[in-house]
């Protein structure tokens, strides 16, 4: 695919072995376009070795029709339960894995910076972030997996650490941490398509 010079499209992941969150969105300058936004369900009834090799044929398959530049991934976050632990890390690796099988280099942020770019608050709700996006994006429901916004939150969390506006910058520092990012988008909703 060629892509205009500066325009780049970007794979957003919220892993899991259940429900895996995916999005695509497209950057062009300082525009954000989501493509597309969806979750994969894989089940919980599924041998563990069938669902890894359907999860990672699915995430090359969404690899080769959008072909995007880069992978964004969430970083597991450290909690008590080690298997869920170790079954994330597991669906981690094979997202990896399948962008790696393509070319494509990938980033990882940790759930707190993800929550921090896109709501100002590095603590927030899946559903304060849910909401957030819909505003950005303008989408008009919310969908039934916050797997799916929470991937989409990567992404554009991805496209927010590398190119942020000056604008976004000034607001940060005049009206605070908390709303930032709100107090950005309601000033200038042009910036977001």
Not at 11 to 33: A, F, H, R
Not at 55 to 79: C, N, R, S, W
Request: charged share 25%; with cysteine; glycine share 6%.
């Amino acid at each position: 695919m060629t892509q205009l010079s500066g325009e780049r499209r970007i794979l957003g992941i919220d892993p899991g072995t259940n429900i895996l969150g995916y999005s695509i969105v497209q950057q062009c300058g300082k525009s954000v376009k989501l493509l597309t936004m969806d979750v994969l369900v894989l089940g919980t009834k599924e041998e563990m070795n069938t669902k890894m090799k359907q999860l990672f044929d699915k995430v090359t398959q969404i690899i080769d029709t959008y072909h995007p530049d880069m992978l964004a991934i969430e970083a597991p976050f450290f909690g008590k339960n080690v298997q869920s632990m170790l079954k994330l890390g597991r669906a981690q690796g094979l997202c990896i894995a399948a962008a790696f099988s393509r070319s494509i280099p990938f980033v990882e942020y940790s759930p707190r910076k993800i929550k921090q770019s896109i709501t100002g608050n590095g603590a927030a709700s899946k559903e304060q972030v849910a909401n957030m996006l819909r505003r950005i994006f303008h989408f008009d429901d919310i969908p039934e997996h916050l797997d799916a916004t929470d991937a989409l939150a990567v992404a554009l969390c991805h496209c927010y650490q590398n190119d942020i506006p000056q604008e976004v910058e000034k607001t940060k520092r005049s009206v605070g941490k908390k709303t930032s990012w709100a107090a950005f988008i309601n000033q200038n909703p042009d910036r977001l398509k």
